[in-house]
């Protein structure tokens, strides 16, 4: 057996994270993936800490979506290295870049000039708004798009304002969604023996994520309100609650599920009062139930109630920090959290999502320091020994 992507070679001139994040999933699964960075490397290489892997250009969130890669340097303002890059593009099956829409064409290596040069290329673009629309040429970050698309305002508490989400997940849900178009297109190929234009627009992406809140709007008129720790289903007992020391986050869907859990917290007889009949009584009287739960909950810590439910059917889970959550048993027997041998030491990384039966995603090299592999590259790309060395003296790479 051999990974999905085996075979598959990836020009990547993407930076930060969407684009990062789209190209590892894609090395994860086998596809040879060759960063291309400026000479002075991508921003997020350094970061913001300065310890030592910061100091050595591999800062921890760099490092986590650039496993499997091989890195090259190139100044892509001078003509060598257009030239190199039009070399190439016959011998790959994907470019992937995340530029503003326009950039790449600017250059002379955009999709109009590439697909000339290898009609089977798969090219995608990563934008804020995508390569048509009003808003193209606009440049967006994360917190821009978690914000214009709507993210923000169902995000934490009335009483805070609108919320961004704990992580970059605007440049998360785009690069995922990157990955999943790219391989749609690499499939589509196999029939076809096309290859086309892959345009993702960060917003577009995000709502794709928001497709039952903009539904519903679309559907019913229904504003989707800041959700606090509430389930999408308003019912209440899908919500945060406090134990004796912590928290735990209940997700009672269904009837049995609720008479079993007011059973355990002791509150069988009010289960069935008509206040607390049914869903619609229970979301009309949602404060009052919280209130019963909580109360009786903080009676106990998360560890007794955890068991509790566990025995008793009762979807719930505890409210871990990072450095809990990662001493799960759960990653013990999975393959999500894997570790590689850098010449600095070992590191754990975090690889693909899911696990395939026959050879999935797992990392075989450890994230490169800049420009590692320009040599190896450019003499896979049949350049000699000679014009590496001109190339070198002209910082081209």
Excluded at 246 to 256: F, I
Excluded at 270 to 286: G, H, L, Q
Excluded at 320 to 342: C, F, N, W
């Amino acid at each position: 057996m051999s990974k999905p992507f085996a075979g598959v070679k990836v020009l990547d001139f993407t930076r930060v994270l969407a684009g990062p994040y789209a190209s590892y999933q894609l090395a994860l699964l086998g596809a040879d993936v060759i960063k291309i960075e400026s000479r002075e490397g991508d921003d997020m290489r350094y970061g913001s800490r300065a310890n030592d892997w910061e100091k050595r250009g591999l800062a921890a969130p760099w490092v986590a979506v650039n496993g499997n890669k091989r890195s090259i340097t190139m100044d892509l303002k001078q003509p060598k290295a257009i030239e190199f890059v039009k070399r190439m593009a016959p011998k790959v099956d994907v470019v992937i870049e995340n530029f503003r829409p326009g950039v790449m064409d600017k250059l002379g290596i955009g999709y109009d000039t590439l697909k000339q040069l290898n009609p089977k290329l798969i090219y995608a673009a990563v934008s804020g708004f995508g390569q048509v629309g009003p808003d193209k040429a606009t440049a967006a970050f994360d917190g821009m798009i978690q914000a214009m698309s709507g993210l923000m305002s169902v995000t934490g508490f009335p009483s805070n304002g609108p919320t961004r989400v704990g992580f970059a997940g605007a440049d998360v849900m785009s690069g995922f969604t990157a990955a999943f178009g790219i391989a749609s297109a690499l499939y589509q190929r196999t029939h076809t023996g096309k290859g086309q234009l892959v345009d993702v627009s960060m917003i577009d992406a995000v709502t794709g994520f928001l497709a039952q809140q903009f539904t519903e709007h679309m559907m019913t008129g229904r504003v989707h309100e800041q959700a606090q720790n509430l389930s999408v289903t308003r019912k209440p007992t899908g919500n945060l609650f406090k134990t004796k020391d912590g928290w735990m986050v209940l997700a009672v869907m269904t009837d049995p599920q609720y008479h079993r859990l007011m059973k355990q917290l002791g509150h069988e007889a009010v289960a069935s009062e008509d206040r607390f009949k049914d869903w619609p009584t229970r979301i009309a009287n949602n404060t009052a139930l919280h209130e019963l739960i909580e109360g009786a909950m903080k009676q106990k810590s998360s560890a007794e109630w955890g068991e509790i439910f566990a025995k008793n059917d009762i979807p719930a889970g505890r409210v871990l920090t990072i450095p809990e959550a990662v001493k799960l048993d759960h990653y013990g027997r999975r393959t999500i959290m894997q570790s590689v041998e850098t010449e600095h030491g070992p590191i754990t990384v975090v690889g693909s999502g899911f696990r395939l039966e026959h050879d999935g995603g797992s990392i075989e090299r450890p994230p490169a320091t800049l420009g590692q592999h320009t040599d190896e590259v450019l003499h896979e790309a049949g350049y000699s020994a000679a014009e590496i060395a001109e190339m070198r003296a002209a910082k081209v790479v």
